[in-house]
């Protein structure tokens, strides 16, 4: 069994990106959350990932490029492939801001302790590589 | 790396919240002040927050623009004020300090929300940092 560098983290590498780009997105809720007609955005993980796994497995597959003017693969791929969505606000205010500050803040603290056990299972995954490399 | 993001998008809303505390400083502090006529009496002032938004749907607040509110100054009479006009009626202001009050418990809530979001996610690029050590 050799060892991939490329491919040890597997599903992580996306998640951990991901999970940063939830809490971007919930932190620019909570810094409008008093802005006139403001909408509260996030977007679905699960969705998400499968996406950016669907990205992924497309880029390993190989296609031939006969004429230079074929698109390669890589010519469609972006990071970002997920859909944002907007949330469904329980009580709406007066001045059009869907924002509601408590469940901002509890999406954001999920949203961080996710973020730490992707952290996690990558600090294993680097460990066990270790041990490998180290044959201890 | 969208964490560092995180810092601008929550400095922009520490940065709107300040200013929305400044204008509420000043009308608390103008509650008081009198002029001759309405034109000349302190109008509250309060700002209105717009988003900045990137490619992303993603990104921080600015401070609009500031208004000036145009209810009504009160009259009060007060003959031996010096600022007082030819009926003896002197122009407060028109803040409403109980309005002013709930506006600032606000802005500092907004703030404290924007601070909790910048040191978390200090903690969590620190973490980042430490991977494999």
Redesign the interface.
Known sequence: MAISFDKAFGIQEQA??LR??R??????N???????N?KA?DFDFKTALSQAQGVQQISTAKVDQTNVKHLSLDAGRSP?VYE?LYRNPISPSLDGNTVE?HVE?AN??EN?IQ??AT?NF??HR?MGL?SAIRGE | MSLFNVFNIAGSGMQAQTVRMNTTASNLANVDSVATTPDQAYKAKHPIFASVLNAQMTGGVKVGEIYQSDAENMMRYEPNNPLSNEEGYVFQSNVNSIEEMVNMISASRSYQNNVEVMNTSKELLTKTLALGK
């Open positions: 951990l990106d940063s780009k809490s971007e997105m919930i932190a620019s909570l810094a409008n959350a008093d802005t006139p403001y955005r970002s944002t500050t803040q954001f603290a961080s973020y730490q952290l990558i600090s680097i270790m």
